[in-house]
């Protein structure tokens, strides 16, 4: 009969026992990574960054003198337009940079790129967080160069660096905040093109039913309500009033108080840096737990 085994030689070592747990890393860490990882894809396609850059340069040129001489014969006048617009053609581009998001995240799932990043040892929302930082960084890049582009044909800052920076700011936010939309889009969908089809579909009616080009009071009554209460138009009236363009189409004889009055006639209107923030914070907290749990599942199949 064997003898019993005595304690020491039953005992296996913690390093056998012990579960192994997969190391992941940081979401802040690992999140940057990626948007490192985005950005040196765009320098090495030349074609992404000219397109960049050239778009907005395109939209100011000509939204300014094309849209500048419908709104009157007088050099004031047009040099008042361009002024007026530069704040709607700022939303506009910001909203739609914002699909590029959702655009990219489906050309990676269709690509296989999304199966790759599972196997590494990296935080399950680092690729999301990555991948709307960088467009956050697209972004500024376009509002640098369309803000050059303005300036070349007159438009001008006259609330100081203060306001401006923070109309620049409440910007960049809201289009964040959208692209996290935009991202829950891009992983539900099949394929890069659809997320370009409905993404126009849906923003470009919202960019033009707004205040972004032509006043919004002068639209018909039913245009004229989805506009005041369009965060498109709060965003467009938050940069009118931070960059001092508000009155650049003051009429002979209207004073500021009757523009005021025209221009805020709804409370959104009235308080557009609060409606704009309400907007961005709702789409954050319901859409970043929605692209995060669609990544999860996307990944798990």
């Known amino acids: ?8 030689e039953t005992t296996v070592p913690a390093a056998v026992t012990a579960p192994q747990q997969p190391r992941t890393g940081s979401l802040i860490g690992d999140g940057l990574t990626v948007a490192k990882r985005n950005l040196i894809k765009i320098r090495r396609v030349p074609d992404l960054l000219i397109f960049t850059t050239l778009q907005p340069i395109m939209f100011v040129l000509l939204f300014g003198y094309v849209f500048g001489s419908l709104a009157g014969s007088g050099a004031s006048v047009q040099a008042g337009y361009r002024e007026f617009m530069m704040a709607g053609i700022f939303t506009q ?20 790129v999304i199966d790759r990043f599972r196997t590494l040892p990296m935080h399950p929302s680092a690729v999301l967080l990555g991948r709307t930082l960088t467009d956050v960084v697209n972004n500024v890049v376009v509002l640098v160069v369309m803000s050059a582009t303005g300036l070349v044909i007159g438009w001008r800052v006259h609330n100081g660096p203060v306001h401006a920076l923070w109309a620049y700011l409440l910007m960049l936010f809201f289009a964040y905040a959208l692209s996290w939309v935009f991202a829950y889009v891009g992983l539900r969908v099949r394929s890069p093109e659809v997320v370009n089809n409905a993404s126009f579909m849906i923003i470009f009616p919202v960019t033009f039913i707004a205040n972004t080009f032509v006043p919004s009071q002068n639209m018909p009554s039913v245009l004229k309500t989805i506009a005041g209460w369009n965060p498109v138009s709060t965003i467009t009236q938050s940069a009118r009033e931070n960059f001092g363009n508000l009155y650049a189409m003051q009429a002979p004889g209207q004073s500021h108080a009757q523009i005021d009055q025209q221009t805020a006639y709804t409370w959104a209107l009235q308080h557009p840096d609060l409606y704009t923030l309400i907007w961005a914070v709702v789409l954050l907290a319901i859409f970043l737990p929605f692209a995060t749990s669609a990544y999860k599942k996307a990944v798990a199949k």
Request: proline letters at 4%; a negative charge; zero cysteines.
């Open 93 to 112: 581009t910001i909203i739609f940079g914002a699909t590029i998001t959702g655009y990219m995240m489906a050309e990676d799932m269709q690509k296989g």
């Open 1 to 8: 009969m064997n003898a019993p085994l005595s304690s020491a």
